[in-house]
């Protein structure tokens, strides 16, 4: 089995980076620390990823590729932020703090007129930010919203568990 088949199988057919199933063709081997800075061939320093991220990243050192992935918006949340349940100002840092901070402050002004349906508070998320959001931030708010224990999930059906109001 060639390497490449085998990280792809590995990995789940998707691509490292953005997790997408590789159309064939399009998959490549990325060295995480690139040969040119000494990484090897081994697996622990490969991945299959798709070939435009393979050029992208090039041979930029693992601090630099981290910081590319890290740029991207994606579910990645570090443990502090969980215990975070109070809205105070300190706590809110960065565009997707502001962003779940204003979609509160939405379900808040509904009182008890909140949605009660997953499709319906996606709905209202994306109306918050009037309708600029694209679907993959819709989601990923929505998901925040749930792993910070604000909105809980009964198979279709929401409830709500929102901080007090600030000040
Ligand atoms: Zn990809």
């Known amino acids: ?3 490449l088949e085998r990280l792809l199988f590995l990995q789940g057919q998707r691509c490292f980076f953005c997790q997408q199933s590789i159309p064939d063709g399009e998959a490549s081997v990325e060295h995480l620390v690139a040969s040119a800075n000494g990484g090897t061939n081994g697996d622990d320093n490969c991945v299959a990823c798709c070939k435009a991220v393979n050029s992208a990243l090039g041979s930029l050192s693992i601090k630099e590729k981290l910081r590319v992935v890290l740029n991207q918006r994606g579910p990645f949340s570090c443990p502090k932020s969980r ?4 809205i105070d100002g300190a706590a809110l840092v960065g565009p997707d703090e502001e962003r779940i901070f204003a979609v509160l402050a939405d379900l808040q002004k ?3 007129a909140r949605p009660r349906k997953v499709g319906t508070l996606q709905n209202t998320i994306s109306a918050v930010f009037h309708k600029k959001l694209t679907e993959q931030e819709v989601e ?4 925040a919203l749930v792993a910070k224990g604000y909105v809980v999930v009964d ?3 929401v409830s709500y568990a929102l901080p007090q109001r600030a000040g």
Do not use: A, H, T, V
């Not at 215990?83 to 109070?86: G, L, M, R, T």
């Open 140 to 143: 990923y708010l929505f998901e």
């Open 155 to 157: 198979d279709q059906k």
């Open 110 to 112: 509904r009182g008890s």
């Open 1 to 3: 089995m060639k390497q």
């Open 83 to 86: 215990n975070s349940n109070q």
